[in-house]
């Protein structure tokens, strides 16, 4: 069991940055695969980078290669992603989710815990 809570969202005007946190509880995260994925109003929940238990192995989503990066820090029982420049269409709330497998996976239900989202809203 692990309990996750996302922060650092915000407004942010077109081309800007952000660094969301995902803060996770219990002993046991270096366990966990990590995974950010992002929702729409209207749309469905969608991948958008995952992390190995050790950070060796990280996947983006094509079409964020090159702007989002995922990083975690096990010391700190902590996953980061840091987004640059930001497009409208990265508007959304992003959701920090947690998986007991040694490889993340790009699939929703591939993952065990969720947190609760933070929203992200992109102006032009």
């Known amino acids: 069991q692990v309990q996750l809570v996302e922060s650092g969202g915000g407004l942010v005007q077109a081309g800007g940055s952000l660094r969301l946190s995902c803060a996770a509880s219990g002993r046991t995260f270096y366990t966990f695969a990590m995974g950010w994925f992002r929702q729409a109003p209207g749309k469905e929940r969608v991948f958008v980078a995952a992390i190995s238990r050790d950070g060796g192995r990280i996947y983006y989503a094509d079409s964020l290669k090159g702007r989002f990066t995922i990083s975690r820090d096990n010391a700190k029982n902590s996953v980061y992603l840091q987004m640059n420049s930001l497009k409208p269409e990265d508007t959304a709330v992003y959701y920090c989710?947690?998986?007991?497998?040694?490889?993340?996976?790009?699939?929703?239900?591939?993952?065990?815990?969720w947190g609760q989202g933070t929203q992200v809203t992109v102006s032009s």
């Open positions: 989710a947690a998986r007991r497998s040694v490889v993340p996976g790009d699939k929703a239900y591939e993952y065990d815990y």
